[in-house]
């Protein structure tokens, strides 16, 4: 396992429970797809923010009316989600937040600090989180504050597990202002150096992430059985890959940290064993 990516969508899990799983499926679907368009294969930047605001103005029309025509080629994607929107009352401005985040991926390749990278956070990936919680009808600001700390944490988790791959796309998610302090420079990134200066930057970021999933901890004791399960499973996975950041030594360079079936075990008696302590 890999924290990255829409993979933290327990689309599949055996743990969500049945009547959520279409819900599921569909939000997934929206997010994978759009993510893709601003990721994947090799269109233009242009192209890209072209077809992401094709998904906007299908996003409005949906919105507004509760269904695209069926001969919409995006209808197949946006009809399904209408339903599920509806059907659980779930809030539009979640799907604009994410796509605005996809949007931003191809407008912006560097952050100059903590608060703009934050900011993005705040829409790539706090708003599945708020989808979650409406799905199990859990709707209260503190509960929305731990998810919003648990999809930073594991956001920025992926960040740091991802330094190397992402620096092939031309980005880096490393506040700039951190990397000035610690005299790390992007030829540094591109050298592949991993000096005492950039294990001093990693360190940083790592505890920060950390942080952040443990200001979350609480959240699944609120949330049913199994969606608290599940979500201690998330939770002890994006800490368990900043362990092995750790590890490693902060050498994303020669190895991205990974988890293994045999960190699968650990992270099961992890949940079981912790799920009434407020800290893992």
């Given at each position: 396992?890999?924290?990255?990516?829409?993979?933290?969508?327990?689309?599949?899990?055996?743990?969500?429970?049945?009547?959520?799983?279409?819900?599921?499926?569909?939000?997934y679907?929206?997010?994978?797809?759009?993510?893709?368009?601003?990721?994947?294969?090799?269109?233009?930047?242009?192209?890209?923010?072209?077809?992401?605001?094709?998904?906007?103005?299908?996003?409005?029309?949906?919105e507004?009316?509760?269904?695209?025509?069926?001969?919409?080629?995006?209808?197949?994607?946006?009809?399904?989600?209408?339903?599920?929107?509806?059907r659980?009352?779930?809030?539009?401005?979640?799907?604009?937040?994410?796509?605005?985040?996809?949007?931003?991926?191809?407008?912006?390749?560097?952050?100059a600090?903590?608060?703009?990278?934050?900011?993005?956070?705040?829409?790539s990936?706090?708003?599945?989180?708020?989808?979650?919680?409406?799905?199990?009808?859990?709707?209260?600001?503190?509960?929305?504050?731990?998810?919003?700390?648990?999809?930073?944490?594991?956001?920025?988790?992926?960040?740091?597990?991802?330094?190397?791959?992402?620096?092939?796309?031309?980005?880096?998610?490393?506040?700039?202002?951190?990397?000035?302090?610690?005299?790390?420079?992007?030829a540094?990134?591109?050298?592949?150096?991993c000096?005492?200066?950039?294990?001093?930057?990693?360190?940083?970021?790592?505890?920060?992430?950390?942080?952040?999933?443990?200001?979350?901890?609480?959240?699944?004791?609120?949330?049913?059985?199994?969606?608290?399960?599940?979500?201690?499973?998330v939770?002890q996975?994006?800490?368990?890959?900043?362990?092995?950041?750790?590890?490693?030594?902060?050498?994303?360079?020669?190895?991205?940290?990974?988890?293994?079936?045999?960190?699968?075990?650990i992270?099961?008696?992890?949940?079981?064993?912790?799920?009434?302590?407020?800290?893992?």
């Open positions: 396992m890999a924290v990255d990516h829409y993979e933290n969508f327990p689309v599949a899990s055996l743990l969500l429970p049945a009547h959520l799983r279409s819900a599921v499926r569909d939000i679907r929206f997010a994978r797809s759009a993510d893709d368009i601003a990721d994947e294969g090799d269109a233009t930047p242009a192209q890209r923010l072209s077809q992401l605001d094709s998904y906007r103005q299908a996003l409005k029309a949906l507004a009316d509760g269904h695209l025509n069926h001969t919409d080629p995006l209808a197949l994607i946006f009809n399904p989600l209408g339903a599920t929107v509806l659980h009352k779930l809030p539009w401005q979640a799907f604009h937040d994410l796509l605005s985040a996809f949007e931003q991926d191809v407008r912006v390749k560097r952050y600090d903590l608060s703009s990278l934050l900011d993005y956070c705040a829409r990936a706090n708003p599945v989180g708020h989808l979650m919680l409406h799905l199990y009808e859990v709707r209260n600001e503190q509960a929305f504050q731990q998810s919003d700390a648990i999809c930073t944490g594991l956001q920025l988790t992926n960040f740091w597990q991802d330094v190397a791959i992402d620096w092939l796309k031309d980005r880096v998610y490393l506040p700039q202002d951190a990397m000035a302090r610690h005299g790390v420079t992007e540094q990134i591109a050298t592949n150096r000096d005492p200066a950039w294990q001093a930057l990693m360190a940083e970021q790592v505890t920060l992430a950390r942080q952040c999933l443990l200001q979350g901890w609480p959240l699944p004791a609120s949330l049913p059985w199994r969606a608290g399960l599940e979500l201690r499973l939770i996975g994006g800490l368990r890959i900043l362990s092995r950041l750790e590890q490693l030594h902060y050498d994303v360079f020669a190895h991205r940290p990974t988890l293994r079936k045999r960190d699968w075990l992270l099961a008696w992890r949940a079981f064993a912790h799920s009434n302590h407020h800290t893992p």
